[in-house]
């Protein structure tokens, strides 16, 4: 393809998926606004593969487009030049959007500042910023109301515990980073204990793994449970309770399911189920509290029952439908994965099903692209996008560095899944495309 040509074909490509996302907002109601103050009907729907499919190529091809033609100086100082995180600390740490939602018409920061008590003029410039990447409106110079991307931070919209894990524990591993790389007793290190955010806890006196630290503060530790959560809406990860034929089972297993982030709605939408969620003591004294404020049809009809596991050390309950493991398996470095497959393993009767629901690493050669892409049903990145659809999946990247500053852990290839799947004596069935994230369908082997 030509030069010019490259670039006519992103303008068609952020034509044709920006109309797809306009067509999809229109079979709801009206097309959203950046300014629009309440949320849209699409945003809480539980499929959402169509609009993330159409968004994955719009933020890839746009940003392609910018980068591209944009001098390399002005794109290189928009990589690092980034404080919206810093900003987003504040606004969280504050309540910022709870404050504001008393206040239908906005608030001018000198009485903001009276109520949380940060300087006017700082203040301003932060919310400034904010508003200039769409999150808040500047309704009058210095007045400031929520919109639909503020709501998110709401204390409570679960989004918000992850959005504060990000600015709290992941940016604190991201300060360290280049230093445990060159350390010479992390630099070669996939102990889970010399993770970036350990190595820096570990100088304020902390030792063990980031759940170790995670599970000993209650706020902590309930903040991080209830971010699971938010994950549904931030991965799409619901899409898997229409995709995968539920209906067909009886029993799910849901492996460290937390408080239950996908079984409750699991538990809502597939009353043919009966659930066991396995996850530390901790973790399951939550889940019992928000399962019976959120769903106590499923506990008083016991279809859902609560079972201690420690997954390094103990074999789920035996014999099950399904062995459902979401975020889990990237959350650990290859050995300790291992050990959990093969405790999963163990547990699995003939017709037992795992379920690995993860981002699953695209390629950015093209070849390599489109033989992964024929395994997993997927679709490759139309050219001249990058073949792992460049900053429309840029999640995933994101994801993986997550893990590994948080846990020495990492998001997977399709290779690396098989490599690890096959040694603990499972076999791959199928593949669920969920246009984030991926579930792989497992038997035994
Ligand atoms: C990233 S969260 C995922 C939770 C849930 N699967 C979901 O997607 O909402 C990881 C979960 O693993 C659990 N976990 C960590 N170590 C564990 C262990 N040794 N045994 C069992 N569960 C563990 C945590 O308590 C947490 O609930």
Redesign the pocket.
């Known amino acids: 393809m030509a030069n010019k040509a490259k670039l006519e074909a992103l303008l068609t490509l952020i034509n044709t998926s920006a109309r797809d996302a306009i067509a999809m907002y229109e079979r709801y109601g009206d097309v959203p606004t950046i300014d629009q103050m309440e949320p849209h009907p699409l945003d809480d729907a539980v499929d959402q593969i169509a609009l993330k499919s159409a968004i994955r190529t719009l933020e890839g091809a746009c940003s392609q487009l910018c980068t591209t033609l944009a001098p390399p100086a002005h794109t290189a100082i928009n990589l690092v030049q980034v404080y919206d995180y810093a900003c987003i600390r504040v606004a969280v740490r504050e309540n910022i959007t709870n404050i504001l939602l008393d206040y239908p018409k906005g608030i001018h920061v000198n009485e903001l500042s009276k109520i949380i008590n940060i300087e006017p003029k700082k203040l301003a410039r932060m919310m400034r910023l904010l508003a200039t990447r769409g999150c808040y409106n500047e309704v009058d110079t210095d007045v400031f109301g929520n919109n639909r991307l503020s709501l998110i931070l709401h204390s409570e919209n679960p989004v918000r515990h992850m959005v504060s894990l990000h600015v709290e524990a992941c940016a604190k591993g991201a300060s360290v980073f280049y230093e445990t790389l060159k350390d010479p007793k992390t630099a070669y290190s996939y102990e889970p204990t010399d993770a970036p955010i350990m190595y820096i806890n570990n100088k304020e006196g902390i030792q063990g793994t980031f759940?170790d630290w995670m599970r000993e503060d209650d706020s902590r530790r309930e903040s991080y449970?209830r971010s699971?959560r938010g994950?549904n809406g931030i991965m799409g990860s619901l899409a898997v309770l229409t995709h995968f034929p539920f209906e067909k089972y009886s029993t799910v297993v849901?492996v460290?399911?937390?408080i239950g982030?996908?079984s409750l709605p699991l538990a809502n939408m597939h009353k043919n189920v009966k659930i066991t969620i396995?996850?530390?003591p901790e973790?399951l004294v939550q889940a019992k509290g928000i399962w019976a404020r959120d769903c106590p049809e499923a506990v008083a009809e016991n279809r859902v029952e609560f079972e201690e596991?420690?997954?390094?050390e103990q074999v789920p309950v035996k014999g099950k439908d399904i062995y459902y493991?979401?975020?889990?398996i990237h959350?650990w470095p290859d050995h300790e994965s291992a050990l959990i497959l093969h405790n999963v393993r163990q547990a699995l009767g003939p017709n037992s099903r795992v379920l690995i629901h993860d981002y699953v690493l695209r390629q950015l050669s093209r070849k390599q692209a489109a033989v992964e892409a024929s395994m997993l049903g997927a679709v490759v990145a139309p050219e001249p996008l990058l073949a792992n659809f460049g900053v429309g999946n840029m999640r995933s990247y994101q994801q993986d560095m997550s893990m590994l500053l948080l846990h020495n852990a990492k998001e997977r290839t399709l290779q690396d899944c098989l490599t690890l799947s096959t040694a603990a004596g499972l076999k791959l069935e199928k593949v669920w495309d969920l246009a984030e994230a991926c579930v792989l369908e497992y038997s035994a082997a």
Not at 325 to 328: F, S
């Open positions: 759940f449970h699971m994950l849901d460290g399911g937390g982030a996908f396995h996850d530390l973790a596991l420690n997954f390094f493991l979401r975020n889990i959350d």
